[in-house]
C-alpha cells in the first residue's frame, strides 16, 4: 500500500465559509476519490478526481458546493464550500490503482474531521 | 446497482472468541468484488481483505477470513482470535463500475459495531 495523508485532520468551522482539505499521496495513482462520512453513518462517494480535468461527481454532490482539484497524479484537493452544519462529516479521500495491487482495492486516507457551527 | 446490507448494527465478543459479521449482496453481475474495511474510532478505514466473484477459495488474510457462499449471496467477515484492539466499525464493501466500465467506486454497507470485551 502507500502512505496517503490528509490535512488538516479536523476542523472546527462557522457556517458560510470554506473549507479546502488536502490529500497527499508517496507514489502514484490512478485513481483518487473523496467519500462523505456524515455522523453514524457510511460512507458515501462524493467525486473521482480525474487528473486534469474535471471530477466526475455522483448524483447529489455538484461542483459548486464541493469543487476539487488533482493536478497530479499524487495530490488532490475537495473543498466545502458554503458550510452550513450538515456539512459536519468525516471526508476520506481514497486511492486506486498502485503499483502491485489490485486496481479496484482503494486505500484511504486517515480522514479529515469536520465540524460545522 | 449494488446493494450491501449488514444486518448487524452492533456485535460483541469476548477476546480470544471468533466473531462472524455478516454480509450479504445484490447484483447483476457475473464478475464483482467484495471487501471488508475496519474503522476505529480514530476515523480511518483500514483494507482488510478481498474476495473476487470468480475465487474458487475463501480468501484469508491472517486472522481474518472470508465465508463466501456465492449461492446466498453471502460474504462473511470471520475474525479468529479476538483481540481488544479489534474494536472498531467494520465495513462490507462491494465494487461497482463508475462510466466507462473500467474503474469501480465502491459501494458500503452500514457498518457492524464490533466490541470485543476482556
Known amino acids: 500500500s502507500a502512505v496517503i495523508s490528509q490535512k488538516p485532520s479536523r476542523d472546527i468551522c462557522q457556517r458560510g465559509t470554506s473549507l479546502t482539505i488536502q490529500c497527499q499521496v508517496d507514489?502514484?495513482?490512478?485513481?483518487m476519490f473523496w467519500y462523505r462520512q456524515q455522523p453514524g453513518q457510511s460512507l458515501t462517494l462524493i467525486a473521482t478526481a480525474n487528473q486534469g480535468s474535471e471530477a466526475t461527481y455522483e448524483s447529489g454532490f455538484v461542483i459548486d458546493k464541493f469543487p476539487i482539484s488533482r493536478p497530479n497524479l499524487t495530490f488532490s484537493t475537495l473543498t466545502v464550500s458554503n458550510m452550513s452544519p450538515e456539512d459536519s462529516s468525516i471526508y476520506l479521500c481514497?486511492?486506486?490503482?498502485?503499483?502491485?495491487?489490485?486496481?479496484?482495492?482503494?486505500?484511504f486516507g486517515p480522514g479529515t474531521r469536520l465540524t460545522v457551527l | 446497482a449494488q446493494k450491501i446490507t449488514q444486518t448487524q448494527p452492533g456485535m460483541f465478543v469476548q477476546e480470544k472468541e471468533a466473531v462472524t459479521l455478516d454480509c450479504t449482496y445484490d447484483t447483476s453481475d457475473q464478475s464483482y468484488g467484495l471487501f471488508w474495511y475496519k474503522q476505529p474510532s480514530s476515523g480511518e478505514m483500514i483494507f482488510l481483505i478481498y474476495?473476487?466473484?470468480?475465487?474458487?477459495q475463501n480468501a484469508t488474510e491472517g486472522r481474518y477470513s472470508l465465508n463466501f457462499q456465492k449461492a446466498r449471496k453471502s460474504a462473511n467477515l470471520v475474525i479468529s482470535a479476538s483481540q481488544l484492539g479489534d474494536s472498531a466499525m467494520y465495513f462490507c464493501a462491494m465494487r461497482d463500475p463508475l462510466m466507462g466500465g473500467s474503474n469501480y467506486k465502491l459501494t458500503f454497507g452500514k457498518g457492524t459495531l464490533l466490541t470485543v470485551n476482556p
Open positions: 507514489s502514484q495513482v490512478t485513481m
Open positions: 481514497s486511492v486506486a490503482g498502485l503499483a502491485g495491487v489490485r486496481t479496484d482495492t482503494q486505500y
Open positions: 474476495q473476487g466473484s470468480y475465487d474458487e
